[in-house]
Protein backbone atom coordinates (compact mmCIF):
# COMPACT_ATOMS: atom_id res chain seq x y z
CA UNK A 1 0.00 0.00 0.00
CA UNK A 2 1.57 3.42 -0.95
CA UNK A 3 2.36 5.94 1.85
CA UNK A 4 1.15 9.42 2.04
CA UNK A 5 2.80 11.45 -0.70
CA UNK A 6 3.73 15.14 -0.44
CA UNK A 7 4.20 17.25 -3.44
CA UNK A 8 6.60 18.94 -4.28
CA UNK A 9 9.37 17.97 -1.61
CA UNK A 10 11.32 21.29 -1.94
CA UNK A 11 10.02 24.78 -2.97
CA UNK A 12 11.65 28.13 -2.71
CA UNK A 13 9.34 31.22 -3.02
CA UNK A 14 9.83 34.72 -2.32
CA UNK A 15 8.63 37.20 0.19
CA UNK A 16 4.86 38.43 -0.82
CA UNK A 17 4.20 34.99 -3.32
CA UNK A 18 1.52 32.53 -2.28
CA UNK A 19 2.49 28.68 -2.22
CA UNK A 20 0.32 25.60 -2.99
CA UNK A 21 1.36 21.95 -1.65
CA UNK A 22 -0.44 18.74 -1.80
CA UNK A 23 -0.75 15.99 -0.61
CA UNK A 24 -1.96 12.24 -1.29
CA UNK A 25 -3.04 10.15 1.81
CA UNK A 26 -3.40 6.71 1.90
CA UNK A 27 -5.90 5.00 0.14
CA UNK A 28 -8.91 4.38 2.59
CA UNK A 29 -7.59 7.05 4.31
CA UNK A 30 -10.12 9.99 4.74
CA UNK A 31 -8.46 12.14 7.55
CA UNK A 32 -5.83 14.67 6.78
CA UNK A 33 -4.12 16.97 8.86
CA UNK A 34 -1.62 19.48 8.44
CA UNK A 35 1.35 20.60 10.76
CA UNK A 36 4.30 23.02 10.63
CA UNK A 37 7.96 22.12 11.53
CA UNK A 38 10.21 24.32 12.38
CA UNK A 39 13.69 23.37 14.98
CA UNK A 40 12.77 26.03 17.41
CA UNK A 41 8.88 24.76 17.31
CA UNK A 42 8.16 21.52 16.85
CA UNK A 43 5.41 20.02 15.09
CA UNK A 44 2.88 22.71 15.11
CA UNK A 45 -0.55 21.96 14.16
CA UNK A 46 -2.26 23.62 11.19
CA UNK A 47 -5.78 21.52 10.22
CA UNK A 48 -7.53 18.23 9.78
CA UNK A 49 -9.92 18.00 6.72
CA UNK A 50 -12.55 15.04 7.01
CA UNK A 51 -14.92 14.65 4.27
CA UNK A 52 -14.22 17.95 2.86
CA UNK A 53 -14.80 19.65 6.15
CA UNK A 54 -12.38 21.33 8.19
CA UNK A 55 -12.59 19.49 11.76
CA UNK A 56 -9.85 21.60 13.83
CA UNK A 57 -7.40 24.35 13.05
CA UNK A 58 -4.49 25.19 15.08
CA UNK A 59 -3.78 28.72 15.89
CA UNK A 60 -1.88 30.49 12.53
CA UNK A 61 -3.14 33.53 10.48
CA UNK A 62 -5.80 33.38 7.41
CA UNK A 63 -2.92 33.59 5.34
CA UNK A 64 -2.78 29.60 5.48
CA UNK A 65 -5.91 27.71 4.49
CA UNK A 66 -6.38 24.09 2.91
CA UNK A 67 -9.15 22.21 1.47
CA UNK A 68 -10.02 18.55 1.06
CA UNK A 69 -11.23 17.01 -2.44
CA UNK A 70 -13.88 14.64 -2.85
CA UNK A 71 -11.08 12.11 -2.76
CA UNK A 72 -9.31 12.87 0.43
CA UNK A 73 -6.41 14.53 -1.17
CA UNK A 74 -5.78 17.57 0.27
CA UNK A 75 -4.00 20.98 -0.65
CA UNK A 76 -2.54 24.16 1.58
CA UNK A 77 -1.95 27.28 0.73
CA UNK A 78 -0.30 29.81 2.18
CA UNK A 79 -0.45 33.66 0.46
CA UNK A 80 1.46 36.61 1.33
CA UNK A 81 4.84 34.33 1.70
CA UNK A 82 6.68 35.76 5.02
CA UNK A 83 10.26 34.79 5.89
CA UNK A 84 9.23 33.33 9.14
CA UNK A 85 6.82 31.40 6.94
CA UNK A 86 10.13 28.98 5.58
CA UNK A 87 10.06 25.39 7.17
CA UNK A 88 9.13 21.43 6.89
CA UNK A 89 5.45 21.60 6.03
CA UNK A 90 4.24 17.85 7.65
CA UNK A 91 0.65 16.11 6.19
CA UNK A 92 -0.26 12.95 7.91
CA UNK A 93 -3.53 10.79 7.19
CA UNK A 94 -5.48 8.94 9.23
CA UNK A 95 -8.39 6.22 8.76
CA UNK A 96 -10.16 8.17 10.79
CA UNK A 97 -10.71 11.71 12.07
CA UNK A 98 -9.40 12.85 15.75
CA UNK A 99 -5.98 13.05 17.87
CA UNK A 100 -6.92 9.42 19.09
CA UNK A 101 -6.38 7.81 15.26
CA UNK A 102 -2.50 7.06 14.36
CA UNK A 103 -1.01 9.32 12.23
CA UNK A 104 0.69 7.95 9.19
CA UNK A 105 3.27 11.23 7.83
CA UNK A 106 4.41 11.85 4.25
CA UNK A 107 7.99 12.80 4.16
CA UNK A 108 6.91 16.48 3.64
CA UNK A 109 7.86 19.33 1.67
CA UNK A 110 10.22 22.09 2.60
CA UNK A 111 9.24 25.71 1.63
CA UNK A 112 12.00 28.48 1.64
CA UNK A 113 10.84 31.56 1.38
CA UNK A 114 13.89 34.26 0.48
CA UNK B 1 -4.59 26.22 25.74
CA UNK B 2 -3.57 22.71 25.66
CA UNK B 3 0.35 22.84 26.20
CA UNK B 4 2.71 19.39 25.77
CA UNK B 5 6.12 19.99 27.15
CA UNK B 6 9.29 17.35 26.28
CA UNK B 7 12.64 17.07 28.21
CA UNK B 8 15.41 16.90 26.74
CA UNK B 9 15.72 18.72 23.76
CA UNK B 10 18.87 16.64 23.06
CA UNK B 11 20.56 13.89 24.50
CA UNK B 12 23.42 11.74 23.75
CA UNK B 13 23.96 8.11 24.90
CA UNK B 14 26.72 5.37 24.97
CA UNK B 15 25.50 2.60 22.85
CA UNK B 16 24.25 0.21 24.58
CA UNK B 17 22.88 2.29 27.69
CA UNK B 18 19.18 3.45 28.15
CA UNK B 19 17.85 6.69 26.94
CA UNK B 20 14.72 8.85 28.84
CA UNK B 21 12.98 10.97 27.30
CA UNK B 22 9.80 12.62 29.58
CA UNK B 23 6.85 14.85 28.84
CA UNK B 24 4.10 16.69 30.54
CA UNK B 25 0.67 17.73 29.48
CA UNK B 26 -1.50 20.27 30.37
CA UNK B 27 -4.82 18.83 29.60
CA UNK B 28 -5.78 16.99 32.12
CA UNK B 29 -8.62 15.47 29.78
CA UNK B 30 -6.16 14.19 27.57
CA UNK B 31 -5.99 10.06 27.20
CA UNK B 32 -3.91 9.10 24.29
CA UNK B 33 -0.40 9.60 24.50
CA UNK B 34 1.21 8.25 21.21
CA UNK B 35 5.14 9.00 20.62
CA UNK B 36 7.10 9.31 17.01
CA UNK B 37 10.53 8.75 15.57
CA UNK B 38 11.37 11.15 12.83
CA UNK B 39 14.45 10.08 11.22
CA UNK B 40 16.42 12.24 8.54
CA UNK B 41 14.63 13.22 5.38
CA UNK B 42 11.39 11.46 6.48
CA UNK B 43 8.32 12.18 8.04
CA UNK B 44 7.40 10.79 11.78
CA UNK B 45 6.39 7.35 12.53
CA UNK B 46 4.40 5.94 15.30
CA UNK B 47 6.54 3.84 17.65
CA UNK B 48 4.59 3.40 20.64
CA UNK B 49 1.46 4.80 21.75
CA UNK B 50 -0.19 4.46 25.59
CA UNK B 51 -4.18 5.39 26.46
CA UNK B 52 -5.28 6.44 29.63
CA UNK B 53 -6.45 3.53 31.40
CA UNK B 54 -2.99 1.57 31.38
CA UNK B 55 0.24 3.11 33.50
CA UNK B 56 2.72 1.43 31.27
CA UNK B 57 3.36 -0.83 27.58
CA UNK B 58 6.20 -2.13 26.73
CA UNK B 59 7.09 -3.32 23.21
CA UNK B 60 10.45 -5.16 22.85
CA UNK B 61 13.06 -1.96 23.84
CA UNK B 62 11.08 0.45 24.27
CA UNK B 63 8.40 1.56 26.81
CA UNK B 64 6.26 4.07 27.67
CA UNK B 65 5.06 4.73 31.32
CA UNK B 66 2.52 6.84 32.12
CA UNK B 67 1.43 9.08 35.25
CA UNK B 68 -2.50 11.12 35.11
CA UNK B 69 -1.92 12.14 38.82
CA UNK B 70 1.24 14.09 37.83
CA UNK B 71 0.38 14.82 34.24
CA UNK B 72 3.08 13.24 32.71
CA UNK B 73 4.98 10.10 30.37
CA UNK B 74 8.06 9.02 29.54
CA UNK B 75 9.96 7.08 27.14
CA UNK B 76 12.33 4.31 27.62
CA UNK B 77 14.46 3.06 25.21
CA UNK B 78 16.91 0.17 26.50
CA UNK B 79 19.85 -1.44 24.96
CA UNK B 80 20.07 1.87 22.40
CA UNK B 81 21.78 1.04 18.86
CA UNK B 82 23.02 3.59 16.43
CA UNK B 83 19.60 3.18 14.49
CA UNK B 84 18.01 4.71 17.59
CA UNK B 85 19.48 7.82 16.71
CA UNK B 86 16.76 10.51 15.36
CA UNK B 87 14.46 12.97 16.76
CA UNK B 88 11.43 11.64 19.09
CA UNK B 89 8.30 13.63 19.99
CA UNK B 90 5.73 12.73 22.11
CA UNK B 91 1.99 13.88 21.75
CA UNK B 92 -0.85 13.75 24.03
CA UNK B 93 -4.85 13.97 22.16
CA UNK B 94 -8.39 13.75 23.75
CA UNK B 95 -11.33 11.68 21.81
CA UNK B 96 -11.92 13.15 18.69
CA UNK B 97 -10.07 16.62 19.28
CA UNK B 98 -6.48 17.73 17.94
CA UNK B 99 -3.37 16.06 18.70
CA UNK B 100 -0.47 18.71 20.32
CA UNK B 101 3.26 17.49 19.90
CA UNK B 102 5.86 18.59 21.90
CA UNK B 103 9.21 19.85 20.49
CA UNK B 104 10.91 17.02 19.82
CA UNK B 105 13.86 15.55 21.75
CA UNK B 106 17.00 14.52 19.25
CA UNK B 107 18.77 11.23 20.74
CA UNK B 108 22.76 10.35 19.24
CA UNK B 109 23.78 6.94 19.72
CA UNK B 110 27.53 7.47 20.49
CA UNK B 111 29.58 4.51 19.25
Not at chain 1, 2 to 28: D, E, H
Not at chain 1, 44 to 70: A, D, I, V
Not at chain 2, 46 to 53: K, T
Request: glycine share 8%; charged share 20%.
Amino acid sequence: KAGVTQTPRYLIKTRGQQVTLSCSPISGHRSVSWYQQTPGQGLQFLFEYFSETQRNKGNFPGRFSGRQFSNSRSEMNVSTLELGDSALYLCASSLRPGGENIQYFGAGTRLSVL
Amino acid sequence: GENVEQHPSTLSVQEGDSAVIKCTYSDSASNYFPWYKQELGKGPQLIIDIRSNVGEKKDQRIAVTLNKTAKHFSLHITETQPEDSAVYFCAASWEDDKIIFGKGTRLHILP
